[in-house]
């Protein structure tokens, strides 16, 4: 499976053994749950679905931030017209 994707020799090692990093290995890394499927993709179209993603885990934290900001009162701005 990784064989034919590493023709162009690149990738992530591994940090211990001597090879590249596996796309379930890295779809892990990168938050996916271990059930993720990738549907009817080739090896390519897989690798690169992963690599052009956005981590779950971050887009969660990206997302909670936003909506926090966006249900958090603001106060009102200071009125231009009274003195301060």
């Known amino acids: 499976m990784v064989r034919s994707f590493r023709a162009y020799n ?4 591994h940090p211990d053994e001597n090879r590249f990093v ?3 290995e890295l779809t892990r890394l ?8 990738w549907g009817d993709s080739t090896v390519e179209e ?3 679905r992963v690599g052009n ?14 909506r ?6 603001t106060p009102p701005p200071p009125d231009p017209s009274r003195p301060v």
Do not use: K
């Not at 690149?10 to 090692?13: A, C, E, I, R």
């Not at 779950?56 to 936003?66: G, H, K, Q, Y």
């Not at 926090?68 to 009162?73: D, V």
């Open 10 to 13: 690149n990738g992530l090692l």
């Open 22 to 24: 596996g796309l379930r």
């Open 30 to 37: 990168q938050s996916f749950p271990d059930e993720y499927d």
């Open 46 to 48: 897989a690798w690169a």
């Open 53 to 66: 993603s956005v981590p779950p885990l971050f887009m969660r934290a990206v997302a909670t931030t936003i």
């Open 68 to 73: 926090e900001h966006l249900l958090t009162p």
